[in-house]
């Protein structure tokens, strides 16, 4: 079976591949393709995954192309973790948005909106390649922001594409340990949007265990969301909410821990890995420990603005061994060897959250067969989520028509009508400010 990786001289590429290895069950990736436009992380990357799989029996091949159309005729999966402008532009979409005093963030507010807007097109492009080209492969997307990103590919490839996050599973997760649970017996009744969702319920053995937990200061204040968000906050909610959600339930906070941190996330990211990739440009360097020592680095330090500003303290070390890559191969198994699984994923909504129509991308918990992912009915949000829900809903669509039509005009509605924008001359401000520094959105006008 052939996976194709998009975006494969990316940093995270080595998690996939880890992943693959450890799967000795029959009907299992036996070659990898990795697509990358730039030739040197291609070959940084592959150096790394030489080094992995050095002893391991039947490890998949793997080649690399800078030629895209080579990538995809005959993969079976194709998993799609481009981005486009590269951390330079998630630099630019961080600072410009700071500079308004609004959150740049990539996949969450202005940031999102910049990044989303540079992305469908490259992404849409992708997915007509793919019914072209592969018209029976599944697209597996992780590319950001992923909901936004599904749904642009998803009108040109249908229920063939699938977009994960690791947000959830490791919010359910950190739950279940706390409650002294099994997180694989467990089942997480979560939905909303990708990186705007929440926990409503966990059973167990049919019992819903929430409400303890809700009831328990002490139990709160033991994982990373009850430190973030506060005991008081989600009594109140009554859910357990998505990381993301800091950002808007704590929006002034976060924006003025982003300005005061001296660098952006991006930014950061963007110096480390460039250190990363130009030490592997000497061929004697032992590739596998500098991308260890790099991804701990990394790990370590995600969401840390946020953090302080709660007073939530350093991660654990449960939650620094990432996740998306092991989401990624349960559903390449559950589709190609029928091994029926529940996961929670960003598919079509298909009358699941009743305020949004059937195309919409939500993320919500999925039984996934050889047939694909098929959303599972879920309770109605509540009045506060329905509306956050719609309000950023309502923003994607307006980003997916300004991609579309190359309308400046649509693009400043689509800030505009942000929650965590709160001016229409501001969100001008912004898309004169994008257009400046990012030459892949001259399509506006």
């Not at 807007?117 to 018209?135: D, G, N, Y």
């Not at 467990?186 to 819903?208: E, T």
């Not at 990363?276 to 032992?286: I, S, T």
């Not at 969401?303 to 350093?314: D, I, K, L, T, Y």
Request: hydrophobic letters at 45%.
């Amino acid at each position: 079976m052939r996976l194709t990786i998009l975006g494969g001289g990316g940093f995270r590429v080595p998690l996939v591949y880890g992943a693959l290895l450890a799967d000795r069950a029959e009907g299992r990736v036996t070659e990898v393709v990795l697509h990358d436009l730039d030739g040197g992380r291609l070959s940084a990357v592959t150096r790394v995954l030489t080094e992995q799989a050095a002893g391991a029996p039947d490890a998949p091949v793997v080649r690399a192309t800078t030629d895209l159309d080579e990538a995809l005729r005959g993969a079976d999966f194709v998993f799609s973790a481009i981005r486009v402008g590269g951390l330079e532009g998630r630099a630019d979409d961080e600072r410009v948005a700071l500079a308004e005093g609004v959150l740049g963030q990539e996949t969450v507010g202005a940031g999102g909106i910049a990044y989303g807007l540079r992305t469908v097109p490259v992404a849409v492009e992708i997915a007509r390649r793919v019914a072209r080209l592969a018209p029976d492969a599944w697209v597996i997307n992780f590319t950001n922001p992923a909901g936004l990103v599904t749904e642009a590919m998803a009108r040109h490839l249908g229920d063939r594409v699938i977009g994960i996050c690791d947000s959830p599973v490791g919010l359910g997760r950190r739950i279940a340990r706390v409650l002294g649970a099994d997180p694989g017996r467990a089942w997480i009744d979560y939905a909303g949007l990708n990186h705007l969702g929440w926990v409503r319920g966990l059973r167990v053995a049919g019992r819903d265990e929430l409400p303890r937990l809700l009831a328990d200061p002490e139990l709160l204040g033991s994982f990373e969301e009850g430190r973030l968000f506060g005991a008081e906050w989600l009594r109140s909610l009554g859910a357990i909410p998505n990381e993301y959600l800091h950002y808007y339930y704590f929006n002034r906070e976060a924006v003025q821990a982003h300005q005061g941190s001296g660098k952006t996330r991006g930014a950061f990211l963007r110096d480390q890995q460039a250190r990363f990739y130009e030490e592997l440009r000497d061929p004697q360097a032992a590739a596998l420990p500098a991308w260890n020592r790099t991804r701990a680095e990394r790990e370590a330090t995600y969401m840390a603005e946020n953090r302080e500003a709660a007073g939530a303290g350093e991660r654990e070390e449960d939650d620094l061994s990432g996740g998306y890559e092991k989401v990624a191969l349960a559903l390449m198994r559950a589709i190609a060897r029928d091994e029926r699984t529940t996961l929670i994923l960003n598919v079509r909504n298909r009358g699941t959250l009743s305020v949004l129509d059937d195309d919409a991308v939500v993320e919500v918990p999925c039984l996934v067969d050889a047939n694909g992912a098929h959303p599972v009915s879920v309770d109605p949000l509540p009045g506060h989520a329905t509306g956050l829900v719609c309000a950023v809903k309502a923003v994607e669509r307006e980003v997916l028509a300004a991609a579309g039509s190359g309308s400046r005009a649509t693009a400043v509605k689509a800030f505009a009508m942000h929650p965590l924008v709160d001016s229409v001359n501001v969100a001008r401000r912004l898309v004169d400010g994008y257009l400046a520094v990012h030459p892949g959105l001259a399509y506006l006008r």
